[in-house]
């Protein structure tokens, strides 16, 4: 557990680590995978440990303290991966609306079994109104 007033950038290291031991122990092979981040993680540091552990870094450039000319060139670069970029998006905008039901928001749960329930609740009612309508 970790405070809640550190900001996640400086946790993102033992983070990765962490994803990597327990890829190793699944035995999943995700070398080469991309590892999609928002522009707060955009640092050299960052990176460099995602190249290390062999993943492929796809963070929205963050432009600020650049010169103008860098600024297109990191925006060139990232250019070439922002169709995967844009998958990341189908997935946060999935957590927003899982976020309208409060009782996913805060688990009051203690079985498992009954909060994957309620997730399913949830899932049908927003697949529903998609296809009905908010109407009914």
């Given at each position: 557990m970790k405070p809640?007033?550190?900001h996640?950038?400086?946790?993102f290291p033992e983070s990765l680590e962490k994803l990597i031991d327990t890829a190793s122990?699944?035995?999943?092979?995700?070398?080469?995978?991309?590892?999609?981040?928002?522009?707060g993680f955009?640092?050299?540091?960052?990176?460099?440990n995602i190249l290390r552990n062999n993943l492929i870094p796809v963070i929205n450039p963050n432009p600020r303290n650049c010169k103008q000319k860098k600024r297109y060139e990191l925006l060139d670069e990232f250019e070439l991966l922002q169709?995967?970029?844009?998958?990341?998006?189908?997935?946060?905008r999935c957590f927003a609306w899982q976020d309208k039901y409060r009782k996913l928001v805060i688990r009051y749960e203690r079985l498992q079994c009954?909060?994957?329930?309620f997730k399913y609740l949830a899932y049908s009612m927003i697949n529903y109104r998609l296809i009905f309508g908010r109407n009914y």
């Open positions: 809640v007033n550190k996640d950038n400086s946790l122990l699944l035995r999943l092979d995700i070398n080469n995978s991309y590892l999609t981040l928002d522009s955009d640092t050299k540091d960052n990176k460099f169709d995967i970029y844009k998958e990341r998006y189908k997935i946060e009954i909060h994957l329930g």
